[in-house]
């Protein structure tokens, strides 16, 4: 038998959050390295994924295959394509940058109780987040994807209800209490959305008899697995409700603003730009390829509200007074853009949603972390609190202004490329919500020039006169992400080869091909 | 009265009387049984020969060695095959040999035995007058504030009796999954249940409290048994026997002979339907289903813990294994009569406990409304009327059991002055005073919400699975949404321990001996192991699953 390294990938920070959390109250310091150097290594493990994975080979690759709960039909199975490769690799690479930026945010601020220990817990939750997220990516079993999809929320939980920012504008008792709110939102509404999606599992044990996801879409490819449409279209509705509330869709986001406002930035980016990846993921690899037939009934609407997304969070994004707030809104335009790549059912939309999910976590993790670091220097999340910081923090400024471009999508970054794929393969097929779509971009042009306008420029405010620039733990954090999303954006081919592939398998499992260009068909 | 009729009396009473055969008794198979009925007789002489002083250790060693030993006994038939091959009708057709029979004996034996710790904890309470004391009041006789009080405080008297009363229980636990006629099922109910009235009415402190709740427990009790035993004499009315097998036979209308008395009634399927409904009615009070569940919030409530964690977890497994047992061997072919009825408990007694447990502020009755939602979850596993709906109704109760019983015990831990601090107000901030009791007790609460990796979800998958086999898709779904709706009151005490600032005058987490611990070490034990390594446990289950006839 082969290493399982997909099983190492996945384990080696779930016993690393073990290990973070087990250090003594009084060893902080050492379970902040052995976190950081515990996702290292995963990186390096997910590194090694990368290497091994053969993009022209067989569909699933480095599969394992244990039976794991004989009764339930349920094995645990592993398998990666492209497009779980890649959002592996993203997840691998954020971790450390999210754990470097999160290096003083769990700091007690009582000592003298010996038991109350929120460093190591802290640590060791976004380990075990990470772990969680990559056996999802792995699991080629939805059983198996269901168990961590859900077991993802607690860890989660904690880490959104139980830290916040330090400084806060209306005092540490509403900040407990808007935390806990957000929290407990969060929860709820992931976990009614996992809960129907576990009658729609149980559902589709009951048709098909197996969970593993292969022998499943085989079955169904080769017709000896036939399912009633009605049928099927529930199940779908089922497993998609999960999934949109996860990535989060229109009307089912409102627990994001909320829970990227209360949390540290680190964990904000934990959540937008990790977390919420399974959701979009999910769609593509359990939605599309179990119930190809539903997908394509479903496509229409799916795609209007993926449209309202866009526009709906740009609107929303260029009112926000929070920058959090205005990052956890442009988020979900964008999460709007992947949704839409995913139903237009063309390659490039696909390709271009994959590529967006990458380059999204980059880009939010950039703009996010360097908007942590400004917030914990003033003490403020409202924008109308800040003003010439360009001036005394060029560095900090200067990192904030690429971060934002990325985010509105300037070509040369890295995003344009996905933006780009994402609308050119809806056009082809659905020109009408492409167009209407673009204006999602004008959108964003306007909230994050804006924002940069208003907290960086103009005249100096005293509050923010003494601001130190940033620091090196800091540049090491935001430099090398704006390395990434220069590389990528002018270089995707990297990961559009890894991807490419896949998405043409899926696209071959709902049965669609791209529509012919007019100039050729006119021919 | 005419001539003949004489005649035929005088006749009858002349014929030679047929011999009485010696009853034939399969001792070693209801070894089980025999041998916690016979420590709680024991139990009893130590109360009255033993001295004082040494009757506490007498009364935990006796009863811990007989548990364990009818453990074993269960495991040793079970290896015997007698849950599978070998299983038959035992002690002249009272008594059931068989997988589920031993299953659920097997789990009361070790939940008792856990609720037995919790029951021999004297470490909580702070030592009165230098003797160390448990949860049971001084003197159960003596008037609550009277001076007779005062003085079997002083005198360091304890309630040892609960030991053997707790063996009795146990007893009639194991008896009521087996019982395979009617008269053994009543007789098994009332041993079970007098106990526990008792049980109930002995907490130390809040004592008035406790009363209450034993006179509310026995007098709803009462009636439900009287339900039950008048729901007995109807079936006995319509089927001319009381034994299980016997009436399953007229009901599938294969019996011809019509026992002359009862020419009237016989086949009456009146008397089948109100008699079956009856006896369904007095199990499902049992197991606490809606709406037959008015007693359990304020009998968890008033009892003391250790009792109310024993009492959830045990009287739950025993009932629905009767439960299991009537409708799948005496009225199967009455399934389409009964599964619509069922079908509406089921969901109200999900929806119920759910929705009335959000408007909580105590943990002990918090809990009560779960342990009804519960009820309700495995309902919908008994209605799947299959096999695999059998073995996911055992399975479900045995991870059930544990987690009831290990969140009593924590429950226990969280004292202030007034003894056990059981409003939820008073738990803010748990998490920060002692993270490794809220964190345990987070664990049983996320088990009770049914997340994944605990042995919640594997428990309630199983049951919905096989709901859903058995086409009750709408039930599954109305079980999901519950869920999400006891997920909300779950969730909100893991924020209040954890997320809301402690109090200054909040309690204190007692440390307890290391009975208590094991009790709740076992409960996350078996809470991780059955969610995460579910598969012996299951094929366990399974092998279980089939009554025999």
């Excluded at chain 2, 440390?511 to 598969?535: D, F, H, K, R, Y």
Aim: charged share 10%; proline share 5%.
């Amino acid at each position: 038998m082969s290493f399982p390294l997909l099983t190492a990938t996945a384990a080696l920070p779930a016993l690393g959050a073990v290990a973070t959390a087990a250090v003594p109250a009084a060893r902080r310091t050492a379970a902040k390295w052995l976190a950081l150097l515990v996702s290292l290594a995963t990186l390096a493990l997910a590194v090694t994924v990368l290497v091994r994975f053969d993009p022209d080979g067989t569909r699933y690759q480095l599969t394992e295959s244990h039976s794991w709960i004989k009764d339930f039909g349920v094995r645990y199975e592993l398998g990666v394509d492209g497009i779980a490769v890649a959002l592996i690799a993203l997840t691998a690479v954020l971790i450390p940058f999210i754990i470097l930026a999160g290096w003083h945010d769990a700091d007690p601020l009582e000592t003298g109780n010996r038991r109350w220990r929120p460093t190591q817990g802290f640590f060791a939750l976004i380990l075990a987040v990470e772990a969680m997220v990559i056996i999802s990516f792995e699991a080629t079993d939805v059983f198996l994807f269901y168990i961590f999809f859900e077991a993802m929320l607690i860890p989660m939980y904690f880490l959104i209800g139980g830290f916040g920012d330090r400084a806060h504008e209306h005092g540490e008792e509403t900040a407990a209490t808007q935390r806990s709110y957000a929290a407990v939102k969060f929860l709820l509404y992931n976990l009614v959305g996992g809960l129907l999606m576990l009658a729609a599992v149980i559902g589709l044990y009951v048709v098909a008899g197996n969970f593993s996801l292969q022998q499943i879409a085989e079955a169904r490819a080769s017709g000896s697995l036939h399912m009633a449409t009605s049928t099927e279209r529930w199940l779908f509705l089922g497993f998609f409700f999960a999934f949109a509330v996860k990535a989060p869709l229109w009307p089912l986001h409102t627990w994001l603003p909320n829970a990227m406002q209360e949390s540290t930035a680190p964990v904000a980016v934990l959540i937008t730009a990790v977390v919420d990846k399974v959701g979009t993921f999910a769609m593509l690899r359990f939605c599309l390829q179990l119930f190809p037939e539903a997908s394509k009934w479903a496509t229409p609407v799916i795609l209007v509200l993926a449209l309202i997304s866009i526009v709906y969070g740009a609107l929303l994004a260029v009112g926000q007074r929070d920058i959090k707030r205005l990052v956890a809104y442009a988020s979900i335009s964008h999460f709007g853009f992947i949704v839409m790549g995913i139903f237009a059912m063309t390659s490039q939309g696909q390709s271009g949603a994959t590529l967006y999910m990458v380059n999204h976590g980059i880009s939010t993790a950039a703009l996010m972390l360097v908007a942590g670091f400004l917030i914990s220097r003033r003490g403020s999340r409202l924008i109308a609190d800040y003003g010439g910081v360009q001036k005394v923090a060029p560095v900090l400024a200067g990192t904030f202004l690429i971060g934002g471009l990325a985010t509105l999508s300037l070509p040369g970054l890295a995003p344009f490329v996905s933006e780009f794929l994402v609308l050119v393969g809806t056009f082809t097929r659905y020109p009408v919500i492409g167009v209407i779509a673009t204006f999602g971009i004008v959108l964003a042009a306007l909230y994050v020039l804006v924002l940069y306008q208003r907290t960086m420029t103009g005249p100096v405010k005293p509050e923010v006169s003494a601001m130190p620039d940033l620091r090196v733990r800091e540049l090491v954090v935001v430099a090398p992400l704006i390395v990434l999303l220069i590389f990528l954006g002018v270089y995707p081919k990297p990961v559009t080869d890894i991807v490419n592939p896949a998405v043409r398998q899926t696209m071959s499992d709902v049965h669609k091909t791209d529509p012919k260009p007019e100039v050729e068909a006119a021919k | 009265m005419s001539a003949a009729a004489v005649h035929s009396l005088w006749t009858t009473a002349a014929e030679p009387i047929s011999k009485i055969d010696a009853p034939k008794i399969e001792y070693g198979q209801l070894s089980p049984t025999l041998i916690v009925v016979g420590a709680a007789l024991i139990g009893v002489l130590i109360e009255a020969f033993v001295p004082r002083r040494s009757r506490y250790y007498a009364q935990v060693f006796l009863s811990a060695v007989a548990l364990c030993a009818a453990f074993a006994a269960v495991v040793a038939l079970a290896a015997d095959g007698f849950g599978t091959t070998k299983a038959h009708i035992a002690a002249m057709g009272a008594i059931a040999v068989d997988g589920p029979a031993l299953f659920l004996q097997g789990t009361i034996l070790l939940a008792g035995l856990v609720g037995l710790f919790t029951f021999a904890e004297r470490r909580l309470d702070p030592a009165a007058h230098g003797n160390r004391v448990d949860s049971f009041a001084a003197q159960a006789a003596s008037v609550p504030g009277s001076d007779s009080e005062q003085a079997a405080v002083k005198a360091g008297f304890t309630t040892t009796e609960v030991f053997p009363l707790l063996l009795f229980a146990i007893g009639g636990m194991l008896i009521f999954p087996a019982a395979n006629d009617l008269l053994t099922l009543f007789v098994a109910l009332e041993v079970l249940s007098l106990p526990l009235y008792l049980l109930c009415a002995l907490a130390r402190r809040k004592r008035l409290m406790s009363q209450e709740a034993a006179v509310k427990y026995f007098l709803l009790g009462a009636f439900a048994s009287a339900f039950t035993l008048f729901g007995i004499a109807l079936l006995y009315g319509y089927a001319g026997s009381v034994s299980y097998a016997r009436i399953a036979e007229v009901v599938d209308g294969t019996v011809t002979n019509v026992d002359p008395a009862l020419a009237n009634t016989m086949g009456n399927d009146a008397l089948l339907l109100i008699g079956g409904a009856m006896l369904a009615m007095g199990l499902l009070f049992k197991v606490g289903a809606v709406p037959f569940h008015m007693w359990t919030p304020d009998v968890y409530q008033g009892a003391p813990t250790p009792v109310t964690g024993f009492m959830a977890a045990a009287t739950k497994v025993a009932a629905f294994g009767a439960l299991l047992r009537l409708l799948y061997v005496v009225l199967p072919g009455l399934r389409w009569d009964w599964r619509p009825v069922m079908w509406a408990v089921a969901i109200i007694t999900m929806l119920g406990g759910a929705i009335v447990a959000i408007t909580q502020t105590d943990i002990k009755r918090l809990l009560a409304y779960s342990s009804i939602a519960h009820a309700g979850f495995i309902l919908a596993g008994v209605i799947a009327t299959s096999k695999d709906g059998v073995s996911s109704v055992l399975f479900y109760l045995a991870g059930y059991s544990f987690v009831t019983i290990g969140a009593f015990a924590v429950v226990t831990l969280v004292r202030d002055a007034g003894g056990e601090a059981t409003h939820l107000s008073k738990w803010a901030g748990l998490g920060r005073r002692s993270p490794l009791v809220a964190a345990v007790f987070a664990v049983f609460l996320l088990a009770f919400a049914g997340i994944p990796l605990t042995s919640g979800f594997a428990g309630k998958f199983a049951v919905f699975k096989a709901a859903a086999d058995g086409g009750a898709v709408p039930l599954v779904v109305i079980g999901v949404i519950s869920s999400a709706i006891a997920a909300f009151f779950y969730i909100r005490v893991i924020v209040l321990m954890f997320f809301s600032e402690p109090k200054p005058d909040g309690p204190t987490v007692a440390v307890p001996s290391p009975m208590t611990m094991l009790a709740i070490g076992m409960g996350v034990a078996v809470t991780l192991v059955l969610g995460v390594a579910p598969q012996y446990f299951l094929d366990l289950a399974s092998q279980a699953g089939v009554f025999v006839r």
